[in-house]
């Protein structure tokens, strides 16, 4: 064969990969990679870029969010980060995407308005209870009433 198979993904991998292809996840994917390539594009212009237009630095950062993404206790009911109560970004992760954000997002509504409005949109939805348990990506499971004590 002339090119090499990667590895079969672990059931857990198998699982982060398929939650991103619900479509709130694919555009919340789709509104960080339009958000970095404007700010990269106009903060990074002589550092060489891959691919998809980004240097080094934005592309590591476009891999953290995507892979944080993927493991969102929340799945496809994800709230905007903002307005999140679990925050999966480290700190440094953290301020650089709000340094991104912050530069990206009037010129989002220009260069991308449907993206913009949605996240717009997103972010007014109240954010859902916090699951239970490690990787819940489900529906919260809710506990029944403890019996009163005597």
Do not use: W
């Not at 709230?79 to 700190?91: D, K, S």
């Not at 997002?105 to 220009?110: E, K, Q």
């Not at 449907?114 to 529906?139: E, T």
């Amino acid at each position: 064969m002339d090119h090499e198979s990667s590895p079969p993904l672990s059931a857990g991998a198998a699982k982060r990969a398929a939650r991103l292809q619900t479509p709130r996840l694919k555009r919340e994917q789709a509104t960080m990679e339009a958000m970095l390539r404007l700010y990269c594009t106009d903060h990074h212009r002589g550092a060489a870029a891959d691919a998809e237009g980004l240097c080094p630095e934005c592309a590591d950062l476009l891999a953290y969010s995507r892979k944080r993404l993927a493991a969102c206790p929340f799945g496809p009911e994800k709230p905007t980060c903002v307005n999140c109560q679990i925050h999966c970004y480290g700190p440094q992760q953290r301020e650089e995407t709000r340094v991104v954000m912050r530069y990206a997002g009037p010129r989002m509504l220009l260069r991308h308005p449907i993206l913009a409005i949605a996240h717009v949109i997103d972010g007014k939805r109240p954010a859902p209870p916090k699951p239970r348990g490690v990787n819940a990506a489900g529906p919260a499971t809710t506990m029944p009433p403890a019996e009163p004590s005597a």
